[in-house]
C-alpha cells in the first residue's frame, strides 16, 4: 500500500546527508521513538543517538547511524538536523568498540554531575548506538 510522499532531509555540520521525498522516517526522540508521515502536525523534536530510517518504499530503505540532533516537521518536509550520521557501511566496527570502552572509562573517572561526566557519557551512548546499527541490530 503506497503511502503519500513529503520531502525529508539530513543536514550535518558538513552538509547535506540525504534529500528526496519520502513515505515515512523513523527514529528516536529524548521521549521515544517516532514515526512520521506525510501530513504530520507541526513538530520540534530532540534526537537521541539511534538507527534513523527513511522509508522510500515499503522496500527501498535509507538507514543511518544518527547522533544526537533534532528534528523539525513542518508542512510535508521533515528537517534531521544531527552532530553526524553514517551509512551502517562506513562504521568501523574495532574503532566503534575502542571509542565505547574509552568513553565508558572516562564515564567512571569523571565525578559526578560535572560536564565531563555528562560528556563521556553522551560519547558513550553514541558509540553504543552506532554499534547496534553498525551489527544490523
Known sequence: MAHDKFTAEVLTPEGELFSDEVEMLSTRTQVGSIGILAHHQPLLASLDPTELRLY???????RLAQAEGYLQVTGDHALVLVEEAHAPEELDTADLERRLRDAERAAEQA????????RAQRDANRAQAFL?????S
Open 56 to 62: 522510500r518504499s515499503e522496500s527501498d530503505i535509507v
Open 111 to 118: 565525578q559526578e554531575g560535572t560536564e565531563e561526566r555528562e
Open 132 to 136: 547496534e546499527v553498525a551489527k544490523g
